[in-house]
């Protein structure tokens, strides 16, 4: 039995397990591998690994755990999992990527445990902002991804993992933290000010708990802007009302709030807001600064 790249991609586009018998004995037989580049698209470097996880059929197809077992017999299990795409549009997606896409938890969870970089970042131009010719910035790494899909339950998992945890304060080749990603692909609607509020707050805690000595909130990218300042620059006005109001009541993470109730008698209260980099004499650039002279 003879495979090749159009015979392998048809077989695992199918879904079809049964169609890769013979596929480790073939390929030790002529002491190929997976990654080979007679197995690869010419145009793009893609391996059968991402065909198959974009050729799901209810969540599922049947030939990815067959192809990772293969690719641990021929010893190049790591290079299979992350061979990353190599054209223009594409670069550096791996098939984390596409799981998490996909919204495939249970093959993001396979693809970690065997190997996965959480750290591949995805750079070509279809991954870059609408206003430079992309089509979805979300920040170039796997937990960006993750969570500018809304999904905390891979959230969760890529952080808190036994095998590799995504480090919660990677930065991107812009400098862009998770909540800068967060920033700019918030659009100010109703429904999508909810859920990047609410995972904006699910990372800046993660991150306190998980590391205690960083304030996510406070890194800068390669222009310099923290989350906030990037928000007021942006017009970002939903995500900006929400950080400069923000109240936390975890008590590990109180100490991130920027808004803390003074006193209360009945319905009466007061409260002290924190101004940190809002109006703060000093520093090099203010928020205040910002939406005077260089907002949106």
Not at 46 to 55: D, I, Q, S, V
Not at 62 to 81: C, H, Q, S, W, Y
Request: proline share 4%; hydrophobic share 35%.
């Amino acid at each position: 039995k003879v495979f090749n790249r159009p015979i392998l991609f048809d077989i695992v586009s199918r879904g079809s397990p049964a169609g890769l018998d013979g596929l480790l004995s073939f390929l030790l037989t002529h002491k190929k591998r997976l990654t080979d580049e007679e197995f690869r698209e010419p145009s793009t470097g893609k391996t059968c690994l991402p065909k198959a996880l974009l050729n799901l059929s209810g969540g599922k197809n049947d030939t990815i755990p067959v192809l990772l077992d293969i690719a641990e017999k021929t010893g190049n299990m790591r290079e299979f999992i992350n061979s990353p795409f190599r054209d223009v549009y594409y670069r550096g997606q791996t098939a984390l990527h596409i799981a998490i896409e996909r919204r495939c938890k249970h093959y993001v969870e396979l693809l970690v445990e065997k190997g996965a970089d959480v750290h591949a970042q995805a750079r070509g131009r279809f991954f870059q902002p609408k206003g430079e010719g992309g089509y979805f910035y979300f920040g170039e790494l796997p937990l960006s991804l993750a969570a500018c899909t809304n999904q905390p339950h891979i959230v969760h998992y890529l952080t808190e993992n036994g095998h590799k945890q995504a480090d919660l304060r990677r930065q991107d080749s812009r400098g862009n933290t998770v909540l800068h990603a967060l920033v700019a692909i918030a659009d100010n609607t109703r429904e999508n000010t909810k859920f990047v509020t609410k995972m904006y707050d699910l990372l800046l805690v993660k991150c306190a708990k998980l590391f205690p000595d960083t304030n996510l909130e406070t890194l800068l990218n390669n222009d310099g802007l923290s989350p906030l300042m990037m928000a007021a620059k942006t017009g970002k006005i939903g995500i900006f009302q929400h950080i400069i109001r923000r109240e936390i009541t975890d008590e590990d993470a109180r100490h991130l709030s920027r808004k803390f109730k003074d006193w209360a008698y009945g319905p009466v209260y007061s409260s002290l807001y924190d101004l940190s980099s809002l109006d703060t004499c000093g520093e090099e650039v203010s928020v205040l600064e910002i939406l005077v002279y260089n907002s949106k």
